[in-house]
């Protein structure tokens, strides 16, 4: 298998743009999570789903923040409008419902001037 | 996260030196789990602790859990530059949660 898949690996934009970051879960897998890392606040989880629905997105930080999984293959976390604070490595993985390890993707790094 | 504590922070040792990673929590553990974080990279997982008093290896990495004391230890045995990264300790606290936390990380750093 090869491996959660993240889009961009990269991303720059300007403040006030919208930024759509992409996901493609280890196929079989029942959980997907988006997790933010920086370092003040190292990693944090942001939302994750279950069988393609939210069940908690106590993490999201406002409602600048959306997330979407519209098919077990496939996620998007939306910012709108960026910020320059939400300037972080945002990362996805997932899991399988029996086995509470994470699989990691290789993270999107998001810098908004 | 104040809930969960890494230390130390940071560290350099020379390579084929031993080194200790301690990760403790403020709340009672359920599971306790290790990751690899390569510069720039995703994190990779390593082990997953339940029980007390368990320990596992994987390679010349070793960890143990101490469930009184809510703390794990991860320990390297001869270390070597591809040792290097940071590692992280992710903690759930209740059974059936895939909600776990995640500690800081320990920055580690292995001089040839």
Redo the contacts between chains.
């Keep these: 298998d090869a491996g959660v898949i993240q889009s961009p690996r990269h991303e720059v934009t300007e403040m006030g743009q919208e930024v759509t970051l992409r996901c493609k879960p280890i196929s079989g897998h029942d959980y997907l999570f988006w997790y933010r890392q920086t370092m003040m606040r190292g990693l944090e989880l942001l939302i994750y789903f279950n069988n393609n629905v939210p069940i908690d997105d106590s993490g999201m930080p406002e409602d600048r923040f959306s997330a979407k999984m519209p098919n077990a293959s496939f996620s998007t976390l939306k910012i709108q409008p960026s910020e320059p604070r939400d300037s972080a490595v945002y990362f996805c993985a997932s899991s399988l419902a029996r086995d509470s390890r994470r699989y990691f993707g290789p993270g999107t790094r998001l810098t908004v001037t | ?1 104040q809930e969960l504590e890494q230390s130390p922070q940071s560290l350099i040792v020379q390579e084929g030196k031993n080194l200790t990673i301690n990760c403790t929590s403020s709340k009672t553990l359920y ?1 306790l ?1 290790w ?1 690899k974080q390569k510069y720039g ?5 390593l082990m ?1 602790l339940q029980k007390g008093g368990e320990e596992k290896s994987h390679e010349k990495i070793t960890a143990k859990l101490d469930e009184k004391k809510q703390q794990s230890s991860l320990h390297i045995t001869a270390s070597q530059p591809s040792h290097a990264g940071i590692y ?1 300790c ?1 903690v ?1 606290h209740a059974s059936g949660t ?8 320990t920055r580690l750093k292995v001089l040839a």
């Design positions: 996260s599971g789990y990751y990279e995703g994190l990779i997982f997953m992280l992710g759930s895939y909600k776990y936390i995640f500690g800081t990380g």
